[in-house]
């Protein structure tokens, strides 16, 4: 099993581009579902998760592959769909399948999809999904792990009202509701940039939509969608990540090809920290203070801070002057790290979803255990801060989010590589 084996206290520089969004990337993949024709995708992030995704579809009956001779785009035609089963083995490798749902639903009218698998990071339920495409019209069984939907007339647009803020429910309800007669009115949707993807990749395929990037998102049915072209956004999450890797090492690093809008919350904490920030449309450099400062953070749906910065900013604050609080209400089972951390040599007490981090002079290497995808990236920021060598096991979680991390860290001047 492969592991990563990093050799701290290296000063990283240099320029490093982001690679496209995975979370967006898997949503744009199910939207292909919808369209008559073929789909392009361009600036496509090869990740373990791309990869499951195109086994689904392909399972479903889909054409879906890497176009050759480029690895960074993906082709799909979901005419061809003819087995509207997602199968337990392919869906349990991660949560975000189970957004071939509502697009299986509103091409095909039936749809069964295994409950989803994914990161331990906490009770994510998918009652949300259900309640938005049963409000469609779809009658919706579960039964031994595995949800039925039906709808052999079609779906009719109503009110979906949300119990909590979801992207992934937001973006079922969402593709089922393009191809639903009448109107469709979505409360209390998810605003990340990932759902804003969405819409904008819908309405090239000639889906009517309004109001994505609000908690209100309105959507007129139409007969039918088209295959379109279309490039990805860069992954604001890795963006978040490459940043702190810089700044946690005294570095200077400037991260490009990212919309630099959507990264507001992130850049407001790493200022509070110290780093001095410059920012471009698409582009952000960052250059570490002489001291980290400690501070608060919150993790909140969008444009709050994101759960999936937190165990990199906690890595950050772990060498911060002074104590941090870090609060964590999105995932109830988000602080995995923190024993791994402790091991490297962090001060930190847990009060319930509070993390109390005292700053300390210096971490040490350590054997550490990667235990989900964004654990896995905090500990490699914090195995570059560390005196002497850390190897980090079970990287198969980083390779389902992170495109190359290890190649994009030596480049900026990291000593990290990949054991077999």
């Given at each position: 099993?492969?592991?990563?084996?990093?050799?701290?206290?290296?000063?990283?520089?240099?320029?490093?581009?982001?690679?496209?969004?995975?979370?967006?990337?898997?949503?744009?993949?199910?939207?292909?579902?919808?369209?008559?024709?073929?789909?392009?995708?361009?600036?496509?992030?090869?990740?373990?998760?791309?990869?499951?995704?195109?086994?689904?579809?392909?399972?479903?009956?889909?054409?879906?592959?890497?176009?050759?001779?480029?690895?960074?785009?993906?082709?799909?035609?979901?005419?061809?769909?003819?087995?509207?089963?997602?199968?337990?083995?392919?869906?349990?490798?991660?949560?975000?399948?189970?957004?071939?749902?509502?697009?299986?639903?509103?091409?095909?009218?039936?749809?069964?999809?295994?409950?989803?698998?994914?990161?331990?990071?906490?009770?994510?339920?998918?009652?949300?999904?259900?309640?938005?495409?049963?409000?469609?019209?779809?009658?919706?069984?579960?039964?031994?792990?595995?949800?039925?939907?039906?709808?052999?007339?079609?779906?009719?647009?109503?009110?979906?009202?949300?119990?909590?803020?979801?992207?992934?429910?937001?973006?079922?309800?969402?593709?089922?509701?393009?191809?639903?007669?009448?109107?469709?009115?979505?409360?209390?949707?998810?605003?990340?940039?990932?759902?804003?993807?969405?819409?904008?990749?819908?309405?090239?395929?000639?889906?009517?939509?309004?109001?994505?990037?609000?908690?209100?998102?309105?959507?007129?049915?139409?007969?039918?969608?088209?295959?379109?072209?279309?490039?990805?956004a860069g992954d604001r999450i890795e963006a978040g990540t490459l940043l702190i890797a810089g700044a946690i090492t005294g570095g200077d690093v400037r991260v490009t090809g990212i919309d630099t809008s959507t990264l507001e919350s992130t850049l407001e904490k790493l200022g509070e920290v110290g780093i001095e920030l410059d920012v471009g449309s698409t582009w952000v450099r960052a250059r570490a203070p002489e001291r980290l400062q400690a501070i608060q953070a919150v993790t909140a749906?969008?444009?709050?801070?994101?759960?999936?910065?937190?165990?990199?900013?906690?890595?950050?604050?772990?060498?911060?002057?002074?104590?941090?609080?870090?609060?964590?209400?999105?995932?109830?089972?988000?602080?995995?790290?923190?024993?791994?951390?402790?091991?490297?040599?962090?001060?930190?007490?847990?009060?319930?979803?509070?993390?109390?981090?005292?700053?300390?002079?210096?971490?040490?290497?350590?054997?550490?255990?990667?235990?989900?995808?964004?654990?896995?990236?905090?500990?490699?920021?914090?195995?570059?801060?560390?005196?002497?060598?850390?190897?980090?096991?079970?990287?198969?979680?980083?390779?389902?989010?992170?495109?190359?991390?290890?190649?994009?860290?030596?480049?900026?001047?990291?000593?990290?590589?990949?054991?077999?």
């Open positions: 099993m492969d592991r990563i084996v990093v050799e701290g206290m290296r000063r990283l520089s240099g320029d490093v581009a982001v690679s496209g969004s995975k979370n967006s990337t898997l949503a744009l993949m199910a939207a292909a579902l919808l369209a008559d024709g073929r789909t392009v995708l361009q600036n496509v992030p090869r990740l373990r998760d791309t990869d499951a995704m195109l086994e689904i579809l392909r399972a479903l009956g889909a054409r879906a592959d890497w176009v050759e001779g480029d690895q960074r785009k993906v082709v799909i035609d979901g005419s061809s769909v003819s087995k509207p089963e997602a199968p337990y083995e392919l869906v349990r490798k991660m949560r975000a399948s189970f957004l071939v749902l509502g697009p299986l639903l509103a091409r095909c009218g039936i749809a069964r999809v295994s409950e989803p698998g994914g990161c331990a990071i906490g009770v994510r339920p998918i009652d949300q999904h259900l309640k938005g495409l049963q409000a469609l019209g779809g009658k919706v069984r579960q039964d031994h792990g595995v949800v039925e939907a039906l709808a052999p007339e079609g779906l009719k647009g109503d009110r979906v009202a949300f119990d909590v803020s979801t992207v992934n429910g937001t973006q079922n309800v969402m593709m089922a509701a393009v191809l639903a007669r009448g109107e469709t009115v979505i409360e209390n949707a998810a605003r990340e940039p990932e759902v804003t993807e969405l819409a904008h990749f819908l309405l090239k395929m000639g889906a009517d939509i309004r109001g994505a990037g609000s908690d209100r998102i309105v959507i007129q049915g139409v007969d039918s969608l088209r295959g379109v072209q279309h490039r990805v749906p969008f444009p709050g801070f994101p759960t999936d910065m937190q165990a990199q900013l906690m890595a950050l604050v772990c060498v911060a002057q002074g104590s941090s609080l870090v609060t964590e209400t999105v995932f109830e089972n988000r602080f995995m790290h923190v024993p791994e951390f402790k091991r490297m040599g962090a001060d930190i007490a847990l009060s319930g979803r509070t993390a109390h981090v005292r700053g300390v002079p210096k971490l040490m290497g350590a054997p550490v255990m990667a235990t989900d995808l964004r654990a896995s990236a905090g500990l490699i920021l914090a195995a570059l801060r560390a005196e002497g060598e850390t190897v980090v096991s079970r990287v198969y979680h980083i390779d389902r989010g992170y495109e190359r991390i290890e190649e994009k860290l030596e480049h900026l001047g990291g000593s990290i590589r990949r054991e077999g």
